[in-house]
């Protein structure tokens, strides 16, 4: 992808989404696992989509929102019913839960939908005949990518509208859940689907925003262009080293120990969460974040005096077993340094000539000056194991690997 004034800022963003994740799926044994058809498969899909919906009437759901301020829901919400968006491929899941009283509501009208690079979550471009203001919909997907089954049930959607008041409430660069609905009453197996914006304060007045892995990802499409990392840096070397410190690996180091101790949330800036928004002409750069399906620590939030209630789901120390060390572990030392930070390190080395070393100084600088000294992480580095488990389950071990990004 060769940055010029052809891209405006949805398709760049797209196609970054898209195309520019070459060789940066081999962090796990099963993170280039996606059981999804062709046609909605975001390197060999179709251009768009047509995802279904269905008229849901108020007795048979619920339409849920959380405080943050959108024109979106109007989308999806009439005054005795919604709109329910279900991804094909669930559709065609024989146990998909009520999918027969599901099959008997009404259909509503297509969304005009690309698949973002996750599969399972979408940009609407059209509701029916209708151009929308540009939104994303993450979708139940009772099938695996990745790791897991990407089911999107009731207890998670509230987290997500949860968690995203928490982060907008402390202007945390974030595109937030803003709304979803849910078939069924079912308190645990009612699923659904959840809104997300496209914009943040700090993403704002940037014409391109993109995934942080296609900074550092080779294009799918055309294998000979080179990095967007290698187009926005000034100059080899030095300068290069400094400017990736400056502008991406000190700020999304910053945002999540800073984060952490602030909200007591561990965001999961993993390269789909992590954003990089940026200006070609005048330099300008801002990283952020989407996704608030996260865990949560109680203590955290009882230090600093956050009251009110918590979410039904990712709970340290209630659902989550895991010590809330090494749940930090996994979002920080794994999820951002090993899948981020360390692979951008290495394309760095071998087309800007930039010493791996000094990006991880970086790093270790920010996450000391913001802080991280008092984020309860272990000494070692804790990931997933090496193997799959029932759906909903998963289980950490200590790699035994120093963190060399701390």
Not at 251 to 259: E, F, G, I, N
Not at 293 to 313: E, K, N, S
Request: charged letters at 25%; hydrophobic letters at 40%.
């Amino acid at each position: 992808m060769i940055l010029d004034d052809s891209w405006d800022r949805l398709r760049a963003w797209q196609y970054a989404e898209r195309y520019l994740g070459a060789n940066t799926r081999s962090y796990s044994p099963f993170s280039d696992h996606l059981d999804i058809s062709e046609a909605y498969h975001p390197q060999r899909g179709e251009p768009a989509s047509a995802v279904p919906t269905f008229v849901i009437p108020a007795q048979r759901g619920e339409f849920l929102r959380n405080g943050t301020e959108t024109a979106l829901d109007r989308l999806y919400r009439g005054d005795d019913h919604f709109l329910l968006p279900v991804h094909p491929d669930a559709l065609c899941c024989a146990d998909l839960f009520q999918r027969e009283r599901l099959l008997a509501c009404e259909r509503g009208p297509d969304l005009l939908a690309v698949p973002s690079a996750n599969a399972r979550t979408m940009f609407v471009e059209r509701v029916g005949d209708e151009r929308v203001e540009p939104h994303f919909v993450k979708l139940h997907y009772p099938r695996r990518l990745s790791r897991f089954t990407r089911r999107l049930r009731r207890p998670v959607i509230e987290l997500e509208l949860w968690a995203a008041e928490q982060l907008i409430a402390d202007r945390v660069p974030v595109l937030p859940e803003v709304a979803g609905g849910v078939v069924g009453d079912d308190p645990y197996h009612s699923w659904g689907f959840v809104i997300r914006e496209t914009r943040t304060r700090a993403t704002d007045g940037l014409p391109y925003t993109v995934p942080l892995f296609a900074l550092y990802g080779g294009d799918v499409r055309r294998p000979g262009d080179p990095t967007l990392m290698e187009q926005l840096v000034p100059r080899r070397g030095e300068a290069a080293a400094t400017w990736l410190a400056e502008h991406v690996v000190a700020p999304v180091v910053t945002l999540w120990v800073r984060t952490a101790l602030r909200t007591g949330l561990a965001l999961e800036p993993h390269g789909q969460n992590a954003l990089f928004a940026f200006d070609p002409d005048d330099g300008r750069t801002a990283v952020a974040y989407r996704d608030c399906a996260i865990y949560v620590d109680p203590q955290i939030r009882v230090d600093l005096g956050l009251g009110g209630p918590l979410p039904p789901v990712n709970v340290i120390s209630r659902d989550i077993r895991a010590p809330r060390e090494q749940v930090f572990s996994l979002t920080y030392d794994s999820f951002l340094a090993h899948h981020v930070l360390e692979r951008l390190a290495r394309v760095a080395e071998r087309t800007l000539g930039v010493e791996p070393s000094e990006l991880r100084r970086a790093a270790r600088e920010a996450f000391a000056a913001g802080g991280g000294a008092d984020v309860p992480l272990p000494r070692t580095v804790y990931y997933y194991d090496d193997q799959l488990h029932p759906p909903g389950r998963w289980r950490l071990v200590d790699t035994g690997a120093p963190p060399a990004w701390r």
